[in-house]
Structures are given as C-alpha cells and as structure tokens.
C-alpha cells in the first residue's frame, strides 16, 4: 500500500518475530500496569481493547467497510477506561 509502504515493517526494517515480540512486550506490560495500577476491570478493558483492534479492526480493513463501526468502539474505549 503506497500510504505504509515506509513503516518499519514494510519496509524491511523490522521482521514480523521482532515486530511481533514488541507488541506482546508492550501489550503484556501495559495490561499488567492497567491491572495493578488501577484495577482488574480497567485491565481487562484494555485487553479486550487490543483484542479487537488486533483480531477484529485491523483484518477486517481490507474486506469490511464496517471495520469503522468497530474502528469506532476501539478508538472511544480508551476514553470509557
């Protein structure tokens, strides 16, 4: 895709196993710190939350025009947390 054809991974800068590694680090730390720091329900929200951006929203960009509707739930999340 013209727009992302110069971020990390398509680029080449970055492989999927690091890129993959980064997200589970950074997704395991900030649910862990949501969950200790606040409370378990705002940990469980924030998993939820990378849940369906990563499972829902972003595989549903290239088939769904209705990837916006769900765009729009994991967008006003952070604010419900």
């Given at each position: 895709?013209?727009r992302t ?77």
């Open positions: 895709m013209l054809r110069t971020r990390p991974l398509p680029a080449g800068r970055l492989t999927k196993q690091q890129g993959a590694a980064f997200s589970a680090i950074t997704g395991i730390g900030g649910v862990s710190l949501l969950f200790a720091g606040a409370n378990p329900l705002t940990g469980a929200l924030g998993l939820a939350n990378i849940a369906l951006y990563g499972m829902a929203y972003t595989p549903m960009k290239r088939v769904s025009v209705y990837n916006t509707h769900v765009g729009a739930i994991v967008g006003a999340l952070p604010v419900v947390i």
